[in-house]
């Protein structure tokens, strides 16, 4: 029995895409890095994910769709580890991730731009997921007729 490791999460591309060929199968094949936001205040940090996208179908669909430097992407994919030498000879494994999935971070979820325009008060549902009564005071009356349970 094989043990299969899927990881999601999302962060930027590092840099615009470069397509690539397999000389032996011909068929397509990306590979990028992703920086990955972590921690808060002092302990705020970011770590790099190498990602890979294979066959000319995915690869397409990424570069059609604009991927490029600095797009907030949602991953997910199956864990591989990497054998990686350095200059030194020390040998290490890394990991990377081949993607099953991916789409764009939705633009709401992207914090605004200062327009310069008053906002509308709406709950905090980026920050810290601290919520008072006031957000959730315009919800619609449920009459407990109407649900099928």
């Known amino acids: 029995m094989q043990n299969t490791m899927i990881i999601t999460g999302e962060g930027r591309v590092v840099r615009d895409l470069t397509p690539q060929k397999n000389e032996t199968t011909q068929k397509q094949f990306l590979t990028f890095v992703l920086a990955v936001n972590t921690g808060y205040g002092d302990k705020k940090s970011v770590y ?28 997910s994919g199956e864990v591989a580890g990497i054998e990686l030498t350095e200059k030194d000879g020390t040998q290490y ?30 709950p905090d ?23 099928p349970f």
Request: net charge negative; with cysteine.
């Open 48 to 75: 790099y994910i190498k990602c890979s996208v294979n066959g000319d179908l995915a690869v397409e669909r990424m570069v059609k769709a604009g991927v490029k430097k600095g797009s907030h992407l949602f991953v």
């Open 125 to 147: 549902i980026n920050g810290a997921g601290e919520y008072t009564a006031q957000d959730f005071a315009e919800t619609t009356a449920i009459n407990e007729d109407d649900l």
């Open 93 to 122: 494994t890394n990991i990377k991730v081949r993607l099953s999935t991916w789409n764009y971070v939705p633009s709401s979820l992207e914090k605004p731009k200062d327009s310069g325009a008053p906002q509308e008060n709406k």
